[in-house]
């Protein structure tokens, strides 16, 4: 064979191309592998989740999802064990599911967890709220300060206000901060 890879009779050897086909599938076969970070955040907290449910001895199924770019857990139950008075067990347990992800990937983690349907049912009623304190303030003209709301209800009624072209604010420290609504 001649050095620039031509035979003596002219013809020419083909490369070998499977070094390239090989880093090829390997591509593939990585972006395959690869998981949504939302989803992996998702998986972490349930399987933290269900570990405790069992400990706990307590019946639940366990839905994920991820939705506006955030991971969602939800313990589909009847009790309100895991719930407790005004969602704080709940907020207490989301905590924990937090800091499972963060535990998991290093990274902080904005997940949402409901159990037994409380957050969806206190999210209409932020917004029956919302909306009494919205006409409010349209006919009044002054501010309305609501009681004060976990983070989690604020921003539905900041979401609310926002909507409705009115404005909004949080005031106060940790556990009294409130929302206020003006024109």
Do not use: C, W
């Given at each position: 064979?001649?050095?620039?890879?031509?035979?003596?009779?002219?013809?020419?050897?083909?490369?070998?191309?499977?070094?390239?086909?090989?880093?090829?599938?390997?591509?593939?076969a990585e972006d395959?592998d690869e998981v949504?970070?939302?989803?992996?955040?998702?998986?972490?907290?349930?399987?933290?989740?269900?570990?405790?449910?069992?400990?706990?001895?307590?019946?639940?199924?366990?839905?994920?999802?991820?939705?506006?770019?955030?991971?969602?857990?939800?313990?589909?139950?009847?009790?309100?064990?895991?719930?407790?008075?005004?969602?704080?067990?709940?907020?207490?347990?989301?905590?924990?599911?937090?800091?499972?992800?963060?535990?998991?990937?290093?990274?902080?983690?904005?997940?949402?967890?409901?159990?037994?349907?409380?957050?969806?049912?206190?999210?209409?009623?932020?917004?029956?709220?919302?909306?009494?304190?919205?006409?409010?303030?349209?006919?009044?003209?002054?501010p309305e300060h609501?009681?004060?709301?976990?983070?989690?209800?604020?921003?539905?009624?900041?979401?609310?206000?926002?909507?409705?072209?009115?404005?909004?604010?949080?005031?106060?420290?940790?556990?009294?901060?409130?929302?206020?609504?003006?024109?």
């Amino acid at each position: 064979m001649d050095v620039d890879g031509a035979e003596a009779d002219g013809t020419v050897e083909a490369e070998d191309s499977t070094d390239e086909d090989s880093e090829a599938s390997t591509e593939t076969a990585e972006d395959e592998d690869e998981v949504d970070p939302l989803d992996e955040e998702g998986d972490i907290a349930a399987d933290y989740l269900e570990e405790l449910l069992d400990i706990a001895d307590l019946d639940g199924d366990i839905d994920t999802y991820v939705e506006a770019g955030r991971a969602h857990v939800s313990i589909v139950t009847d009790s309100q064990v895991l719930v407790g008075k005004n969602g704080k067990v709940l907020e207490a347990l989301q905590e924990l599911a937090r800091l499972a992800v963060m535990t998991e990937t290093g990274h902080r983690s904005r997940l949402m967890l409901d159990v037994a349907g409380f957050r969806e049912v206190r999210r209409k009623e932020l917004l029956v709220l919302a909306a009494e304190a919205i006409a409010s303030v349209k006919s009044t003209g002054e501010p309305e300060h609501l009681t004060p709301m976990n983070p989690f209800e604020r921003k539905i009624i900041h979401d609310a206000v926002a909507a409705a072209g009115l404005t909004s604010e949080s005031e106060g420290v940790e556990p009294k901060r409130h929302v206020v609504i003006s024109v």
